[in-house]
C-alpha cells in the first residue's frame, strides 16, 4: 500500500510510547489543501493513542472501529488490532479503506494495515506514509546515538522528514502514553 501525504511516527524509550504525525493533506502530487490537519489522537478514554496516514475518510471509519473494538476486549490492544486487522481484510466495504495506522497503550506499540498486518517493532519504532522511511531512519539512528527521549525524538524525526518529503509539512502533533 502506497499512502502518499502524511508522515506518522512512533518510538518507544525507557517505556514512554510517543505517537507524532504531520498536518498536511494533499490533493494529488501537487496540491496542499489543508496544512493543519490532526492526524493523531487519543482514542479509548485517552488510554490509546493513534496515528493514521491515508484517506481522511477511511482514517476516521478505521478509528471508530477500532475504538469498537478495544471496547469489546476491554482494552486490549493486541487482540483490539488482530480483530480490527480481520476484519479489515475480510469484510468487503472495509477492504477498499486507504489508510494505515500506528496505534500505542501504556503496553505496546503496533503498526495495524488493511492486508492484515499487525506489527510490533522489534526496536521499539515504526513509521508510516510518505515520509514514514525518512522519519524512520533518522529516529533510528536517534536512539541508537543519542540519550534523547520518546519525545525528543519523534520531534527531530519528524523535522527530518519534514524537510525532505514533498507530503510532510512542519506542523506537528505529539501524543505520549
Known amino acids: 500500500m502506497n499512502i502518499k501525504g502524511t508522515t506518522i511516527v512512533g518510538?518507544?524509550?525507557n517505556g514512554k510510547r510517543v505517537i507524532a504525525g504531520d498536518g498536511?493533506?494533499?490533493?494529488g502530487e501537487s496540491v496542499i489543501m489543508k496544512g493543519s490537519a490532526r492526524k493523531v489522537r487519543r482514542i479509548y478514554n485517552d488510554k490509546v493513542v493513534v496515528g493514521f496516514a491515508g484517506s481522511t475518510a477511511d482514517a476516521?471509519?478505521?478509528s471508530e472501529k477500532f475504538e469498537k473494538m478495544l471496547q469489546k476486549y476491554s482494552g486490549n490492544l493486541t487482540r483490539a488490532a488482530v480483530e480490527l486487522a480481520?476484519?479489515?481484510?475480510?469484510?468487503?466495504?472495509?477492504r477498499q479503506l486507504e489508510a494505515m495506522m500506528i496505534a500505542a497503550d501504556k503496553d505496546a506499540m503496533l503498526i495495524i494495515t488493511g492486508v492484515g498486518d499487525v506489527i510490533e517493532p522489534d526496536d521499539g519504532i515504526c513509521a508510516i506514509g510518505s515520509?514514514?522511511?525518512?522519519?524512520?531512519?533518522?529516529?533510528?539512528?536517534?536512539?541508537?546515538?543519542t540519550k534523547l527521549g520518546a519525545r525528543e525524538i519523534?520531534?527531530?524525526?519528524?523535522?527530518?522528514?519534514?524537510?525532505?518529503?514533498?507530503f510532510t509539512n512542519g506542523n506537528f502533533v505529539i501524543e505520549e502514553v
Do not use: H, P, Y
Not at 86 to 94: A, E, F, P, T
Open 11 to 13: 518510538v518507544e524509550v
Open 24 to 27: 498536511q493533506v494533499t490533493a
Open 60 to 62: 476516521f471509519t478505521l
Open 86 to 94: 480481520q476484519l479489515w481484510r475480510s469484510d468487503k466495504g472495509l
Open 131 to 145: 515520509g514514514g522511511n525518512f522519519a524512520l531512519s533518522a529516529a533510528k539512528a536517534l536512539k541508537r546515538n
Open 154 to 166: 519523534c520531534e527531530e524525526a519528524m523535522k527530518i522528514a519534514s524537510e525532505i518529503c514533498v
